[in-house]
């Protein structure tokens, strides 16, 4: 199937409000292109439930800081639209239509926003939920689709969605992995030899980390700092930060008991990577 593909409000309203007609429940799969497997899944998930599928590629200006890769991330365009057979339609907004002169309006999910990835990239959800939010209005979906790697603009979608009463069902679909457990992710491309090699130490971490739950360790710091240790003995690896917290509230859990998050964020060279995995407990 080949998909429609459109770049404005009226077409894409248009096509959404046909398939409304014919009696089609609609699913969203929002990226930022560069597609790979991970995509693919949300996709597959999508076209599985829905009668109508919309997937939207945009490059996203407002969630990059001033010293993050937006203007060398990858755009190719043909291979998404290829990965993108099993869509109906695919919304291919350029940045004056998301954000036209005079644009003002942002949208800020505050606690869950400042920690974590926010500490480390500050304005950074605050570009997520406000796109999120626009692209939200611009489909009206039944259900959007989004990857259990990116936990916190998880909590942070699911958190906007149910504070301003958004009629939309959040998805989340398991991290997609490469064959030696690397959590698939379009900034995967930048590592070089050594550094894709290293990089499995994100993954390796977490199943250490989620091997000592299990085992009964209820201990946020010595979980925290088996991670931190993982890592430190990692070549050419630098840890931004490494956690164990609940998973809806991304604080400390107090008592170390429900269900937990443990996430890391670890840099090589200068490509940051992050990966996470939920344990009950």
């Excluded at 069902?169 to 997609?176: G, H, N, S, Y």
Aim: hydrophobic share 45%; with cysteine.
């Amino acid at each position: 199937m080949t998909p429609v593909v459109v770049s404005t409000e009226g077409p894409l309203r248009q096509a959404v409000a046909a398939a409304r007609r014919k009696g089609n429940q609609v699913g969203f799969v929002p990226t930022m292109g560069a597609l790979h497997a991970g995509h693919v899944s949300l996709i597959e998930k999508a076209r599985a439930v829905n009668g109508f599928v919309v997937a939207s590629i945009f490059v996203n200006p407002t969630q990059f800081g001033p010293n993050e890769d937006f203007t060398r991330y990858p755009r190719p365009l043909e291979r998404d639209l290829d990965l993108c057979a099993g869509v109906d339609l695919v919304f291919v907004p350029d940045v004056a239509t998301m954000y036209p002169p005079g644009f003002q309006t942002f949208v800020q999910v505050k606690d869950l926003s400042n920690i974590l990835e926010g500490a480390s990239r500050p304005g950074h959800f605050q570009g997520v939920a406000t796109v999120v939010l626009k692209l939200l209005n611009l489909v009206q979906p039944d259900r959007a689709y989004f990857g259990q790697k990116d936990a916190q603009q998880v909590r942070v979608i699911q958190q906007m969605v149910r504070d301003l009463n958004v009629p939309v069902e959040i998805a989340v679909c398991p991290t997609v992995r490469e064959p030696d457990g690397l959590a698939l992710s379009s900034r995967n491309q930048y590592l070089d030899v050594n550094q894709r090699r290293e990089a499995t130490a994100l993954n390796q971490a977490l199943d250490k980390a989620e091997e000592m739950i299990r085992e009964g360790e209820r201990n946020a710091g010595v979980i925290e700092r088996a991670m931190v240790d993982h890592i430190a003995a990692t070549p050419g690896a630098v840890l931004d930060y490494a956690i164990a917290v609940d998973r809806e509230t991304l604080k400390p859990a107090s008592p170390f008991r429900g269900t937990i998050l443990l996430a890391l964020a670890v840099k090589f060279g200068a490509t940051r990577l992050i990966d996470n995995r939920i344990v009950e407990c």
